[in-house]
């Protein structure tokens, strides 16, 4: 699994968001614009994860992910945000990249690979630099498809 079987070009977007729960709300209608799915449904399955335990793994970054009744495959939204969002990241910093990942509720280890190729993607500086500095949603996405 690569990130391009996850996120599609027309999934990655620019958010202005006040905070952590204007921030979900609008992940969630994102969504299910994108799956035809309900947006309670969705920003219900993000609370009861984020509930857990944070989603925000440092260095600016957020992987707010839950597996969603009704989806048949994993599922992604990158998202820019205009301004850093207070997240309880995991380093204590603000966000500024959201990766959501919405899986089937069966998903099992789909999950997981679903998980691990993001992470993995975003995990080095220069990738994530190169995020924040695009121009637009195709140079992100062309990103995504180069070689780690």
Do not use: W
Request: with cysteine; glycine share 8%; proline share 7%.
């Amino acid at each position: 699994m690569i990130p391009s079987d996850i996120i599609r070009p027309r999934s990655i977007i620019r958010l202005s968001a006040a905070n952590k729960p204007a921030l979900f709300r609008a992940l969630a209608k994102k969504a299910a614009e994108q799956l035809a799915l309900p947006e309670a449904a969705i920003l219900g399955a993000l609370n009861r994860r984020e509930a857990l335990g944070s989603t925000g793994v440092g260095e600016g970054v957020a992987m707010p992910h839950a597996p969603v009744a009704g989806l048949a495959e994993p599922f992604g939204l990158l998202a820019r945000l205009e301004q850093p969002v207070t997240y309880e990241a995991i380093d204590g910093q603000p966000v500024d990249i959201v990766c959501l990942v919405l899986t089937p509720e069966n998903g099992g280890k789909g999950r997981i690979d679903a998980l691990a190729c993001i992470a993995k993607r975003l995990r080095p500086l220069e990738v994530r630099d190169r995020i924040r500095n695009a121009k637009g949603s195709e140079d992100i996405y062309e990103m995504l498809l180069d070689e780690v």
